[in-house]
């Protein structure tokens, strides 16, 4: 990384200006660093006259939580950068558009999605988004069909699995989702009100396997090009449009981690409504649209990759098997429902958590909503093997509030 440097405001109106088919030439720019995460710079330049704007995104080499404690490889900007322009080629209403790529100085410039609000933010604030569902299931069905070996060449898939091998930051995913949570360590982070919970998780030998079968899931299961971080603050939305941000965890993985995340997001925030919906009948309103969210992101998913697969698999003992693609679906139904609990259990024991939860002020609301959101999680990854259909896993959120 000869030329690397971490970019300032000056730094970024002045590769900005590059941009003349967004900015006036000699324009004057605004700058503004708005990056939440702990990894990255994020640069917003607007030019108030005209209203345009651009997003430059460069990788800072460590974590920032930690200050330089934790390195962390800039080659994950390039990753970032590779799995927005496949993603964006394959649900181009859903991905914001790359304009350049710099992998020296570990950049991704590209659209201004600020028109949108991060969904995190919105579900806190209960706003329905109708269109959810049906959007993030096309996400789901074009980017990993057709990085899968249902949908591509599969000597094109070996190679391009070369150039997403995200050792770090799989890593990070390996410890903090598939080990920590179950162990006594330093990274964990839960109040002592539910240490007894946190203590139970340590010895429960029968959620262990499954955890030791989830690990091993990720570990080995190339199936198609995740996200790798598909939570709902990697998703930009509005009523009336969705787009996926934040790819830089992305590399060949089990299908189901990424369903999985959707699905966990939805009912941290459907455990976290013991809050942010202050009475039974509204409370009860927003969560009947979670649960609509869930059930709609399966089943508008199953049937959009069932089509893909009938319509456009050329796999020629993958297209013709009988019941090959039932078993398929079944098995990436139960895969889902066992990370989507893993992804839970570790945003409310492990190291990084949600809002959803976190910022709940009332130290018993707090505790009633994580309560229930481990109760969710572990039933997820106690049953996951034994799943049969989305309305099971509907079924235990429902039960279990
Ligand atoms: P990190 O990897 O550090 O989490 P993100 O890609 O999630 O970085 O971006 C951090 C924040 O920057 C987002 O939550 C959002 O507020 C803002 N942001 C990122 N990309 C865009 C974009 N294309 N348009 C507008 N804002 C963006
Ligand atoms: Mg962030
Ligand atoms: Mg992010
Ligand atoms: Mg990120």
Redesign the pocket.
């Known amino acids: 990384m000869s030329g690397y440097h971490p970019y300032n405001e000056a730094d970024a109106i002045g590769l900005a200006r590059s941009f003349e088919n967004v900015f006036s030439p000699g324009a004057d720019l605004h700058c503004r660093e708005?990056?939440?995460?702990?990894?990255?710079l994020?640069f917003?330049i607007t030019e108030p006259a005209t209203g345009k704007g651009l997003?430059i995104?460069q990788a800072l080499p460590y974590v920032k939580v930690f200050g330089e404690s934790w390195p962390l490889s800039i080659d994950r900007a390039r990753i970032e950068g590779e799995a927005l322009k496949i993603q964006h080629a394959l649900a181009p209403e859903l991905v914001?558009q790359v304009l350049l790529t710099n992998h020296e100085q570990a950049i991704t410039v590209?659209?201004?999605?600020?028109s949108?609000v991060?969904m995190r933010k919105g579900l806190m604030e209960r706003t329905l988004y109708p269109r959810f569902a049906g959007d993030i299931s096309t996400f789901l069905a074009q980017t990993l069909f057709f990085t899968s070996d249902l949908g591509m060449s599969q000597q094109e898939k070996k190679l391009r699995q070369q150039s997403f091998v995200n050792v770090e930051l799989c890593q990070i995913t390996e410890d903090l989702i598939f080990d920590e949570p179950y162990r006594e360590h330093e990274r964990n982070n839960y109040e002592d009100s539910i240490a007894d919970e946190a203590a139970a998780l340590r010895i429960d030998g029968e959620l262990l396997t499954e955890i030791a079968l989830l690990r091993e899931k990720f570990l080995t299961r190339g199936e198609a090009l995740l996200h790798g971080d598909l939570h709902t603050?990697?998703i930009?939305a509005l009523p009336e449009s969705t787009k996926v941000?934040?790819p830089?965890f992305a590399f060949y993985g089990p299908m189901g981690f990424d369903i999985g995340a959707v699905i966990a997001n939805l009912l941290l925030n459907f455990a976290s409504q013991e809050h942010w919906s202050q009475d039974e009948a509204s409370r009860r309103e927003y969560r009947e649209f979670l649960l609509e969210a869930v059930r709609g992101t399966w089943t508008q998913f199953s049937a959009k990759f069932r089509t893909l697969w009938d319509e456009q698999c050329q796999d020629p003992v993958f297209s013709k098997a009988p019941g090959y693609q039932d078993l398929y679906m079944d098995r990436l139904l139960q895969d889902t429902a066992g990370f989507a609990g893993a992804k839970m259990i570790r945003r409310i024991v492990g190291f990084a958590h949600v809002a959803d939860l976190d910022a709940i002020p009332d130290d018993a609301a707090r505790e009633r909503a994580k309560r229930l959101g481990l109760l969710i999680g572990k039933e997820l990854i106690r049953q996951n093997r034994t799943i049969r259909s989305i309305e099971q896993i509907i079924d235990i959120a429902f039960t279990a509030a």
Not at 34 to 40: A, E, H, K, P, S
Not at 110 to 114: A, I
Request: negative net charge; charged residues 25%; aromatic residues 4%.
């Open positions: 708005i990056g939440d995460g702990n990894l990255n994020v917003h997003i995104k914001p590209m659209e201004d999605l600020s949108h991060i603050g990697s930009f941000i934040d830089e």
